[in-house]
């Protein structure tokens, strides 16, 4: 089973970055699958989910109307579009594969929001 996570970077404040998280070894179509990120000193904290058909949408009450979450099950990918990002989205961003009891985490990647 592996979750890869691509995309984050250094971006200035007020701008953009798309997240991709590419899954394999596991049916990724049965799986909700989420965006989690953690900041240094905070805890981990829910930013984005979506149900395994897309159907269901959560997102944190920090990125509602900014961020938004997708999937493609045919290409076992979720992104995370991130608009108007600000200082505080700064965090190492992870994605998270779940069902029922099952739960798979990938490594991460860096966000930096900074001018």
């Known amino acids: 089973v592996q979750l890869v996570e691509s995309g984050g970077g250094l971006v200035q404040p007020g701008g953009s970055l798309r997240l991709s998280c590419v899954a394999s070894?596991?049916?990724?179509?049965?799986?909700?699958m989420s965006w989690y990120r953690q900041a240094p000193g905070k805890e981990r904290e829910l930013v984005a989910r979506?149900?395994?058909?897309?159907?269901?949408?959560d997102y944190g009450d920090s990125v509602k109307g900014r961020f938004t979450i997708s999937r493609d099950n045919a290409k076992n990918t979720v992104y995370l579009q991130m608009n108007s990002l600000k200082s505080e989205d700064t965090a190492v961003y992870s994605c998270?594969?779940?069902?029922?009891?099952?739960?798979?985490w990938g490594q991460g990647t860096q966000v930096t929001v900074s001018s």
């Open positions: 070894g596991f049916t990724f179509s049965r799986y909700a």
């Open positions: 998270n594969a779940q069902r029922a009891f099952q739960a798979y």
């Open positions: 979506i149900s395994n058909g897309g159907g269901s949408i």
